[in-house]
Structure formats: structure tokens, C-alpha cells
């Protein structure tokens, strides 16, 4: 019994292979923003099928948000790389081949690529009307500001700002940049479509079955039954295999072509699916002299490229994860969603949250320096409780960020002397509204089926799903068998995202087991949280409970180079309870590696809307070599929830590091912090040390 | 043009096109999966299968320099070679897709170097990258897989 993954037997959607099935390459826009005058297919050897503007005009508009996409870009294209035509041939080799003999006329437009320039008057729109989707993916309030490239606006509104900074004794203000990022799962995108009679069947790596059904219904104009969805394990995702990625073209390829058609992305085609959103926030926070906080203002620029995608969702919880896990009784928020003519940004592993914790934690340090209190302490006194009032009106429950603070804090000896460390603490929401159903049925031989569309992309979760049902059960985890989720067959889920399943499809498990118990045969469980913000003022339930961590670093800092080593990243996670171990600590390590990548390297580079370093030799993601001493804990608690560990380790690392800088002068605010990034602010504060200058309310302002 | 190449032990004869990569005659003529396709330049380790002994990247291999050659994949080594007991005892992944790749890497490494170091571990590796970073899982299953080779328990974790 040994695992596929060791001996190479598990298959993934790029495995998918049916008799007689084409392979699908994309024609994309070289050019950032564009009509397209002409498109000829002409060349094209007759047994190849070329899908065209034309083929796909009539069918419906999509967008898991806003309803900004179609099949392939009709008359406009919006950023280099956008699909104009796709083809189908008997091999990939003969449909790249066949690419080259399409021409198509573009006649360019003025384009933007800077997401507070985009949101300025007088810039130019990537589009003309933001339609809101009626995908259940559009779960909350959305703001579009018609006319303008703002797809979304999300505020808080929550005691009196103005009199909040009246009140402040100590104010700092500061403006953060970080980079867009690249998911770089290992796996590319891979998708497979057939039609069967009027019946449309896909085979897909995708943590969205119901939403990409929902979405290829509103396409082809047909009732969601008619469309089949099988999600076989992937390759990694972090976000990027979410909602309608190629499944719409290899849908139309196919029932134009009368045969399957199977798409794999190249590597470099990543960088033009899918990216991380870069962001640019302005943080402004006041305190009295004791170090109570009394104000805080935050601004979000949130760049979602030429589609919207779940920006607006990303824009949303970024603005309130910037609090930060403060009471705070004045807070004012606006982040707005923005278009611009760069690659489409979507979920990410952190969804919002690591830029958000970026600049919110960074700020803290800022403000502990102004003060000159220990960073540790300004925290310790404003962190939330169990029973305070988060800025949204929700009361706190199951808050740990005082342990979760303190663990990390020990393990790095903060109290022995901080020149060198840095740390952090950060909230991240859950999926709210949402709904977790699933089936359990048991077998003759007695054995049992689990049937829910939990997507496994590398994180365990069909694994945790398993241990659970066999605990309660009272089986063998072996006896416990997860088929790969088939529309057909599981019942409604939300989405595979933002770490809610095993709490969620696990709640959910717990009552259809009991409804097995009760009927015998078959058994049926669902879970519902209820929540939500008003998109205007920001209150209502955000999260109807909270991932909670806190990191912890040491740094050398080579003041020749600005190049710097971590000596030692500590992360305290919430777990509330542990499911699947090995899979929880995988988890914590996996995202902590990823927030090094984030912190040091990762950072997406374009030239006039083009990107610049779309491959794996360019983008460096973290390999063995880069990987330093990493240690963290799980916290337990005896009787309590089970809380997602799917990214919560994540967020805070840049942070942590940034801090740690800080704590040796060396202001950052941009990321990655590349050794030139770290040189620059070492230069600056030799030049600001150079002229004395302690008078403004932060020095280290750029 | 047609190529012979010993493949897990098994003879075979292929016609490959003399611009084809051996990843793409692996996986298509082979049905060889464990060897994948992810950055397509060599850097990842995804498509890494032995050639001779020696770890390639199939992705920019040609697959008529390999005529002759003997072929390993972890298709090849069964489901109860040292190393992959060491990784799965290790939990030293989680969506798998690099995991062929690496236990072919550690094989090679485990044979050259009985005992490698932490650091010669994470240079042996430099070449297969896993983004779900499972790394500090992987370096505790090759010191685990090393002390299986030699005998020598004190090397497990």
C-alpha cells in the first residue's frame, strides 16, 4: 500500500486522456491593449479546428465577480497574453505549428499598467461597464464605480476617524508596495473537455467545481445539470485553479472540433492565467503616549489586471486584514479593486491578507519606535480578546494572538536583546457566507464512501477527510474511501478555498454521519456559516471564526551587500485541533517557505505591460538551498474548533522580516526586499543619520 | 528515426523525431507519468529521470542522445525502494507532482554520498524544487533513506 505520490502512480488532469482527443494551443495578444480589427484563419489546414472571436461571440459573458470575460477577447484584448484564437490538432506540436498561420489586425489603444494611475481621472478604461456577476461567487455587496476602473469599493466606517487622530498623541504614516507574484504550482493548468450528446463533461484541475459549473451554464445557455465536472487530484494550485480558467475554450473547441480536447499550459502561459494582485496601501495610525491605540486609516490600491476575477473579494479582505488584530475604537477604510492592462490577479494563498499584514505590521513597528516602546508590548496591550469588538461590529471568539505572540517571542529569546529580530501578528478571515455538504454511504463489504467536492491540490485535505470519517465511524482510515469529486455525484460546495474545509466539510461530516447512524444505508450533512459586510461601511460578520498566527525572525544583515541571512523563523499557528499532523505541519512549513519567497525574491517584472520574467529560470521560487532554520507550533486547545492551516503562516513572515530589518534602521517598505532594495534603505539611513533629521513624526519616511 | 533504450530493465524500441525531448517520448510512447513536464528549461526537476545513473532533465534532453542508454523512473524502482519508504514514512510530500523526480535525485545522492550533510543534502537538491515546500520533510526522509542504505539507525531522525 503504497502512496501514488511515491511511486508515481497518481494520475492528475494532465493525465486525462481520451481516444481520439486533440491538444489545444492559444493564440494570445501581443500588445496590452488593443482592437482587434481583423482575424484571419484561413491558413489553417482543414483538419485543425480554430476557434475564433466569431465562434464565441453569441455565447454569454462570464466572471466569477464582475462579468467582464468572454470565451476568447472579442474586438479588444486587454493585456499581452490575453487568447484571440485557439486551435485544436492531433498533437500540441501541430497546433503551436498551426498558431503561426493566423494573422490578426490590432490597431493599439492607450493602455495603463499603475493601479492608483488607473483609478485617476482621465485614464484609460479597461472597461466601459463593471456588471456584477450572478455567479454565487459575487457572495457580497459589490461597488462598482461605473466610468471608471474601479471594479470594486470596499470601506469601513467605524467611530469617528477624525476625532480618533484628534485624539492621538503619536501619528505615523507610511505608503507600502509589494509585488505581484506568481503561484508556480507545479502542475500547469490542464483541462479536458467532451461533449456527450448535449451533456458537456470536464475533467479539470479546479478548487471551484460548482462555480465553474455555474459560470459554463451561463456561456453555453444551458441548465447547470447538463454540464459534469470531475476534479481529479492536482499538482499544486494555491489559489490559481480557481473559477473558469481554460475550461470554456476547450469546451468550444470540442463541440466545434466533435472530439475531446485537452488543453496543458506551458510554463510561461502561467504568468498570463494568473497572478498574485500587486498593492500598494497607505497605513496612517495613531496612538496616545501610553501606546494605546486610538485611529487608524488605511488606503488599498489593489491591481486585479485587465479582468476582474475574485479582485473584489482580495480588495474586501485586505482592507479589513489591515486593521490588523487591534481594538481600535476609530477606523476608516477604503480599497478599491483596479483595473489595468497587466495579466488578470486572483486568490493567492493569503487571498489579500499578506499585503495587508505587510503593511499593517510593518506600521506597528513604526508607531513602537515613535513611542519607543518594545514592539512585543505595543502589541501585547492592543491585540483583540475574546468578547472585543473587531472595526466590522463582530465580537471576538477563540482569540489566541496574546500565546500565539508570546510563543514566538520565546523561541527567538526577544527578551534577551532585539537588535536583529522582528515579529508579527495577523487575523485572517474565513470564507463567509458559505455552505460545506457531503454523503457518506456505506458499502456491503464494509467499507464506506465519502462523496463532497473538497478539491485536494497538495494540502491533505482528502486525507484529513478520511481520518475523520474513520474516527467517527469507528473504522480504519483505509476503510474509508474519497472518489475524486464528480459533480454528478457530490452534493453543493462552496469552493475549495481560504482554508475552510476541513472545518467546514469536516462540521458537515459530523451530521451526515449521524444521519448514517440513524438511516443505515446512506447518510446526508451539511454546515452553513452566515455572515457578511456591508460593502459601504464595513460592518456585519466578516469571518465566522478567525485564523490566527504570529512570526518570528532573527537576521545578519551584510551592510556591504544588503544582502541579509535569517538565522531562525518561528511560527505560532491556532489550530485549535489537530486532524492530520503531518499534513497540519506540511501546511505551516509550505507557507512559510512560500512568505520567504514572497519576503526575499518573488516579485513579477514587466516592461510597457509585457512580463518580463515569465519562467521558473527568471522567477525564482524557493528551493532546498534557501530554506533556513524554520521551526513553529501548532496550538492546541482542548475541546475547540478545528481552524484551517492552510495559509495562516504565510502572511506574517514578510512582516516578521521586515521588522527585523527595521530594528537595525533599515526602513523597507517595498517587496520583495532584494539585497538592492535593502542597500537603498541602508544608503538612505546613513543620509538621514548624516543630517539629523529627528523632527518629523516618522524619520524613515520616504 | 528509430532508438533503443534499456527502460526500467525492459528493452524498447522507439521512433522519435530527432528534435523530440525524452520527457515528451517518456510520457507519450512509455506511458511513463512520474516524468512531468513543469518549467520546460531545465531548472525544476519534475521530469528528472536517470540516465545511466545520472539524474537528467528530460525536458531539454534529446531524446536520441539517450539511444543506447539505460533508463530509470521511479516507475522502475517498485513501491518499496528505501528512498520512497523513507518519503512516505516521512510524509516528505504533498501534491507529489516533484516527488518522482526527487527520490530519483536522493538515490543518486545516497549512492555517491552514504552520509551527505545537511548542506550537502540541500545542494544534491538544488535542482528539484517542490513549491508546496515540503523541504524540511524532505531532508529528514534522505537522512532517513541514508540510514536505511547504511544500516546505521543514529542517522534517523
Given at each position: 500500500m503504497s502512496d501514488p505520490r511515491v511511486t508515481g502512480a497518481i494520475r492528475y488532469a494532465q493525465d486525462v486522456e481520451f481516444e481520439g482527443m486533440l491538444h489545444a494551443r492559444v493564440l494570445r495578444s501581443p500588445y496590452p491593449h488593443a482592437r482587434v480589427l481583423h482575424v484571419d484563419t484561413s491558413a489553417v489546414p482543414d483538419h485543425i479546428v480554430a476557434l475564433t472571436p466569431e465562434d464565441v461571440r453569441g455565447l454569454g459573458s462570464y466572471g466569477c465577480q464582475i462579468k467582464d470575460q468572454s470565451v476568447l477577447a472579442v474586438d479588444r484584448v486587454r493585456f499581452a497574453g490575453d487568447p484571440v484564437v485557439a486551435v485544436a490538432a492531433p498533437t500540441r506540436l501541430e497546433a503551436e505549428e498551426a498558431l503561426s498561420l493566423i494573422d490578426v489586425e490590432y490597431e493599439t489603444l492607450p493602455s495603463v499598467?499603475?493601479?492608483?494611475?488607473?483609478?485617476?481621472?482621465g485614464a484609460p478604461l479597461v472597461h466601459e461597464h463593471h456588471p456584477i456577476s450572478d455567479n454565487d461567487a459575487a457572495y457580497f455587496g459589490m461597488r462598482p464605480q461605473q466610468g471608471t476602473n474601479i471594479c470594486h469599493r470596499f470601506r469601513i466606517w467605524h467611530g469617528n476617524i477624525q476625532e480618533g487622530f484628534d485624539k492621538a498623541e503619536v501619528i505615523v504614516e507610511e505608503m507600502y508596495r509589494t509585488a505581484g507574484a506568481q503561484h508556480a504550482h507545479m502542475e500547469p493548468h490542464a483541462s479536458v473537455a467532451l461533449w456527450r450528446g448535449d451533456r458537456l463533461e470536464i475533467w479539470t484541475g479546479t478548487q471551484t467545481p460548482f462555480n465553474l459549473r455555474m459560470d459554463l451554464a451561463g456561456i453555453f445557455g444551458i441548465p447547470e445539470d447538463r454540464i459534469r465536472i470531475i476534479c481529479p487530484p492536482m499538482g499544486g494550485a494555491f489559489g490559481a485553479k480557481t473559477f473558469v480558467r481554460y475550461e470554456a475554450i476547450v469546451a468550444c473547441l470540442a463541440r466545434k472540433a466533435g472530439c475531446p480536447v485537452k488543453i496543458v499550459l506551458d510554463r510561461n502561459e502561467e504568468w498570463l492565467t494568473l497572478n498574485r494582485h500587486p498593492a500598494i496601501l497607505r497605513i496612517r495610525l495613531g496612538a496616545r503616549a501610553d501606546g494605546i491605540l486610538v485611529a487608524k486609516q488605511v488606503e488599498c490600491w489593489v491591481d486585479t489586471g485587465a479582468y476582474a476575477d475574485c479582485g473584489p473579494g482580495v480588495a474586501q479582505k485586505m482592507g479589513y486584514a489591515a486593521v490588523g488584530p487591534y481594538r481600535i475604537p476609530h477606523v476608516w477604510v477604503d480599497s478599491h479593486c483596479i483595473y489595468t492592462n497587466l495579466p488578470p490577479n486572483g486568490a493567492f494563498?493569503?487571498?489579500?491578507?499578506?499585503?495587508?499584514?505587510?503593511?499593517?505590521?510593518?506600521?506597528?513597528?513604526?508607531?513602537?519606535?515613535?513611542?519607543?516602546?518594545?514592539?512585543?508590548?505595543?502589541?501585547?496591550?492592543?491585540?483583540?480578546l475574546d468578547g472585543d469588538r473587531f472595526c466590522t461590529g463582530e465580537v471576538m471568539h477563540?482569540?489566541?494572538?496574546?500565546?500565539?505572540?508570546?510563543?514566538?517571542?520565546?523561541?527567538?529569546?526577544?527578551?534577551?536583546?532585539?537588535?536583529?529580530?522582528?515579529?508579527?501578528?495577523?487575523?485572517?478571515?474565513?470564507?463567509?457566507p458559505s455552505r460545506a455538504s457531503i454523503v457518506v454511504v456505506a458499502n456491503d463489504d464494509g467499507t464506506y464512501d465519502v462523496h463532497c467536492a473538497t478539491a485536494e491540490m497538495g494540502q491533505g485535505a482528502w486525507r484529513s477527510m478520511r481520518l475523520m470519517a474513520a474516527e467517527l465511524l469507528n473504522v480504519e482510515p483505509n476503510r474509508v474511501h474519497f472518489p475524486i469529486p464528480d459533480t454528478d455525484i457530490v452534493p453543493y460546495d462552496t469552493r475549495t478555498t481560504s482554508s475552510r474545509s476541513t472545518y467546514m466539510m469536516g462540521r458537515a461530516l459530523v451530521e451526515a454521519v449521524r444521519d448514517l447512524k440513524k438511516r443505515g444505508e446512506i447518510g446526508y450533512g451539511e454546515c452553513v456559516n452566515k455572515g457578511g459586510l456591508d460593502p459601504d461601511t464595513g460592518q456585519?460578520?466578516?469571518?465566522?471564526?478567525?485564523?490566527?498566527?504570529?512570526?518570528?525572525?532573527?537576521v545578519q544583515v551584510d551592510e556591504e551587500t544588503g544582502k541579509f541571512q535569517i538565522g531562525k523563523l518561528h511560527t505560532s499557528i491556532y489550530a485549535g485541533r489537530v486532524v492530520n499532523r503531518p499534513g497540519a505541519e506540511l501546511q505551516n512549513e509550505g507557507s512559510m517557505i512560500m512568505g520567504i519567497g514572497t519576503a526575499l525574491f518573488e516579485g513579477i517584472t514587466f516592461a510597457d505591460g509585457q512580463v518580463t520574467n515569465a519562467n521558473l529560470s527568471d522567477y525564482n521560487i524557493p528551493a532546498a538551498g534557501d530554506i533556513p532554520d524554520i521551526t513553529h507550533d501548532l496550538l492546541e486547545r482542548e475541546g475547540a474548533e478545528i481552524h484551517g492551516l492552510g495559509e495562516t503562516a504565510l502572511p506574517p513572515v514578510p512582516a516578521a522580516i521586515g521588522n527585523a530589518l527595521y530594528s537595525l534602521g533599515i526602513h523597507v517598505t517595498e517587496l520583495p526586499m532584494s539585497a538592492e532594495a535593502v542597500l537603498n534603505a541602508i544608503d538612505h539611513k546613513q543620509t538621514q543619520h548624516a543630517a539629523h533629521d529627528g523632527t518629523a513624526s516618522n524619520p524613515h519616511k520616504r | 528515426m528509430n532508438i533503443h533504450y534499456k527502460v526500467n530493465g525492459a528493452r524498447v524500441e522507439v521512433e522519435v523525431d530527432p528534435d523530440e525531448m525524452l520527457l515528451e517520448v517518456l510520457r507519450r510512447d512509455l506511458d511513463l507519468r512520474s516524468v512531468r513536464t513543469t518549467c520546460g528549461v531545465g531548472v525544476c526537476g519534475a521530469c528528472t529521470a536517470l540516465i545511466d545513473g545520472e539524474p537528467v532533465s528530460t525536458c531539454i534532453y534529446l531524446a536520441p542522445l539517450a539511444d543506447g542508454c539505460e533508463i530509470t523512473t521511479v516507475e522502475g524502482l517498485g513501491s518499496d525502494h528505501p528512498v520512497q519508504r523513507a518519503f512516505e514514512e516521512e510524509h516528505a510530500f504533498q501534491c507529489g507532482y516533484c516527488t518522482p523526480g526527487m527520490i530519483l535525485t536522493v538515490k543518486t545522492l545516497l549512492e555517491e554520498n552514504p552520509h551527505p550533510s545537511d548542506e550537502e543534502i540541500k545542494v544534491a537538491l538544488g535542482g528539484n524544487?517542490?513549491?508546496?515546500?515540503?523541504?524540511?520533510?524532505?531532508?529528514?526522509?534522505?537522512?532517513?533513506?541514508?540510514?536505511?542504505?547504511?544500516?546505521?539507525?543514529?542517522?534517523?531522525?
Open positions: 499598467y499603475d493601479a492608483v494611475e488607473a483609478a485617476s481621472e494563498r493569503g487571498y489579500g491578507a499578506m499585503q495587508a499584514v505587510w503593511a499593517s505590521e510593518r506600521t506597528m513597528d513604526l508607531l513602537a519606535q515613535q513611542l519607543n516602546v518594545d514592539p512585543l508590548e505595543l502589541r501585547l496591550k492592543n491585540v483583540l477563540d482569540v489566541h494572538f496574546i500565546e500565539c505572540l508570546t510563543a514566538v517571542a520565546d523561541k527567538i529569546g526577544w527578551a534577551d536583546h532585539q537588535a536583529g529580530k522582528g515579529l508579527c501578528v495577523l487575523m485572517k478571515g474565513m470564507q463567509t456585519g460578520i466578516a469571518s465566522t471564526h478567525w485564523h490566527q498566527g504570529a512570526a518570528a525572525v532573527k | 524544487l517542490c513549491r508546496c515546500g515540503c523541504y524540511v520533510k524532505i531532508i529528514n526522509a534522505v537522512k532517513r533513506a541514508a540510514a536505511a542504505y547504511s544500516g546505521d539507525p543514529s542517522l534517523v531522525r
